[in-house]
């Protein structure tokens, strides 16, 4: 894939974290790809944020890096079972890349969890699984979000649990059909 290079990471007006320098340096990721330089910097001054760009030009780690150093940021630590990201994706192939790609950017965060809620599987895992390991940070397609939700009869407060967001991603939300309803 040829990324158009757009300046180092040095070169962004906020600093990233150091382990978050290294897990790129450790992906030789030297620079930045455009959609990265203009998102970063906007989100990390919690910015609402819009952006479209063709596919493969790097919109994953556009949201991945600032949720991770605005979750770092928060002057409250968020608890095991609050959520300060949301990252809603229409399909399970998606949500599966998005959480492989913020798995590799939070191992250097053990303070992190993440949670992948997709279809496919019984939802009732997921709901221990929460439970049981909570989650900071949540990845899923719309069915299975809208299950959890609903599960409170089985003990997962999910609506209790997103009162801390910080961070909402909408992704691939604006396809052509909805452009030309
Ligand atoms: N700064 C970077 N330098 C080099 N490679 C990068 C960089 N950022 C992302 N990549 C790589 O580019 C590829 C495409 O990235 P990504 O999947 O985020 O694109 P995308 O815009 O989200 O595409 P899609 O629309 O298909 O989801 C991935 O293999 C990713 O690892």
Redesign the pocket.
Known sequence: ?D?T?EGRWDSLPVKLNDAILQT?DE???????P??AACIPLFMSNKDVAAE??????????FVIPIVELLLKREEKLKKMQVGALVVTPTRE?AL?ISE?MEHFIQKFPQFTQILLIGGTNPIDDVEKFKDQGANIVIATPGRLEDMFRRKADGLDLAGSVRSLDVLVL??FFCDCCKNP
């Open positions: 894939m990324n290079t790129l992906l030789k990721f030297t620079h930045m790809t959609v990265q760009a063709v596919t493969g030009s790097g919109k994953t780690l556009a998606l890349q790609v992704d691939e």
